[in-house]
């Protein structure tokens, strides 16, 4: 019984995980068929980006839960094939800001997952080590991208930041989905240690 259920949960991962590769393909394709070539590089990070999630763990000797593994494919679908290929920052109010707080949200619940577990590289961090580096490290990870979003608005007036309300609501999501991510963490690390 318990081995048919385990099965069932690997094959619904699966299909999850070739569900949001196709979903991350499809704008890439497109893209390229259109002649699109700037998009098409952009979207083929988003399919490297999918691809290195499986090669991480390969590298650095590490198990990534399917879960996890999952939310950070959500995550890339949701910004690529939802936010860009569909349009949902133009046409669905709250989309950027919905999407900083779950991508800070994803990228410290990542980094506490990979701190709070030895690799080949690194000896864990306590749990208190392990959130705050988590936390710190995804609010850093906010930063990079709004300074990448400035530098993309001045060297090709891309639109990407739309003022300095703009930028501050989406630090202070960052902030916020970064916070509930190491919280959340600890009571998702206690249970698959228990």
Same mark, same amino acid.
């Given at each position: ?24 393909m499809l ?5 390229? $068929?259109?002649? /699109?070539?700037? =998009?098409? !590089?952009?979207? +083929? &990070?988003?399919?490297? @980006?999918?691809?290195?999630?499986? #090669? ?5 000797q590490q ?61 864990? $961090?306590?749990? /208190?080590?392990? =959130?705050? !580096?988590?936390? +710190? &490290?995804?609010?850093? @990870?906010?930063?990079?991208?709004? #300074?990448a979003e ?45």
């Open positions: 019984m318990r081995h048919l259920e385990a099965e069932r949960k690997f094959s619904l991962e699966r299909v999850l995980e070739v569900f949001f590769t196709i979903l991350l704008p890439f394709v497109t893209s390229l $068929l259109l002649g /699109r070539l700037v =998009q098409s !590089v952009g979207y +083929l &990070l988003y399919v490297l @980006a999918d691809r290195f999630i499986d #090669i991480y763990g390969h590298i650095v198990d990534l839960p399917n879960v996890l593994k999952n939310l950070l494919r959500l995550h890339l679908v949701l910004h690529s094939f939802f936010g860009h290929f569909l349009k949902f920052y133009d046409s669905v109010p709250l989309w950027d800001k919905t999407l900083h707080f779950f991508g800070s949200f994803t990228i410290a619940f990542f980094f506490y997952h990979v701190l709070s577990n030895d690799s080949k590289f690194w000896r864990s $961090l306590s749990e /208190r080590m392990s =959130q705050i !580096v988590a936390f +710190l &490290l995804a609010n850093f @990870a906010g930063v990079l991208w709004e #300074i400035f530098i993309a608005d001045k060297l090709f007036s891309v639109n990407a930041q739309r003022g300095l309300d703009d930028t501050m609501f989406d630090l202070i999501f960052n902030v916020f989905g970064s916070y509930f991510a190491v919280r959340i963490g600890r009571e998702f690390l206690k249970e698959r240690r228990t």
